[in-house]
């Protein structure tokens, strides 16, 4: 389905989407207030805590997985060139263990399995003018996209906080490397933070290095990428090297979208 933007007026732009400004404001490191926004002029981000609890996703989590969470980072995303709202979702854990220490074979190929710090996306797009949930893309194996369609019966999703309507989508999450699977029962809520407010503290600490910065600041882009990576990267390469083979948890997903 082509979703076109809506006019000005159906949009929405009122004074609550002026108020989202202070909230890009508020960010303490030491570039201008917007200036990363700027990258992508048909966009708006803002974090209004409510609105983006509406959407949160669901998490079925082994208690290691638990121990590891920091919290979910989120923000809402709006566009001028599509008419879905997107409700981004980084949930960060203190780090992932992976399996080069059981295959010692396979040497480096495998020593970025394992990692301090893990990010973990998933994108929820929203018809706002339903507040139905339209579109799910979020990382089905190292940042390796998964789609998922609210209206398969094998994708579960929950009502909660948008009454009468089921907004919360239930995601498997896969220990030890954190990606997502259609989960058979019923998750619970991580902590929420907004994502505009540790958006440059990431960037500086690395979290950009080697993933696609539209993937990440336009994510209306994964409605169509393959992954969250630089496809520059050996991660990307390796990653779809490790998918072909089998290796650090591709035995383990659901049908990725590899392009």
Not at 5 to 27: E, K, M, Q, V
Not at 33 to 57: I, K
Not at 103 to 125: F, M, Q, V
Request: with cysteine.
């Amino acid at each position: 389905m082509n979703h076109l933007r809506r006019s000005f007026l159906r949009s929405g732009a009122t004074l609550g989407s002026i108020l989202t400004i202070p909230l890009l404001s508020g960010r303490s490191v030491g570039e201008e207030a917007g200036e990363w926004q700027e990258e992508w002029p048909s966009l708006t981000y803002s974090f209004n805590r409510a609105e983006v609890e509406r959407y949160q996703p669901l998490l079925v989590a082994s208690r290691d997985a638990r121990r590891k969470m920091r919290a979910m980072y989120g923000m809402k995303v709006q566009s001028d060139s599509n008419d879905l709202d997107c409700y981004v979702y980084w949930m960060q854990y203190t780090h992932q263990d992976g399996s080069a220490e059981t295959l010692e074979w396979l040497g480096d190929l495998l020593a970025r399995d394992t990692h301090l710090w893990d990010h973990e996306p998933s994108y929820i797009y929203v018809d706002p003018d339903t507040n139905e949930v339209d579109r799910i893309v979020c990382t089905g194996y190292h940042h390796f996209a998964l789609e998922l369609d609210p209206d398969d019966e094998n994708v579960l999703m929950s009502e909660d906080r948008v009454p009468g309507v089921e907004t919360h989508v239930n995601l498997d999450v896969v220990s030890p490397w954190h990606h997502y699977r259609t989960a058979d029962r019923e998750g619970t809520y991580a902590e929420l933070v907004s994502w505009l407010e540790k958006r440059d503290a990431w960037k500086d600490n690395g979290f950009y290095d080697r993933t696609a910065t539209e993937a990440i600041e336009n994510p209306y882009s994964m409605l169509d990428r393959d992954s969250w990576w630089d496809e520059s990267t050996w991660d990307y390469r390796f990653g779809k090297l490790w998918i072909q083979l089998g290796l650090g948890g591709a035995r383990e997903t659901d049908e990725l979208r590899i392009l």
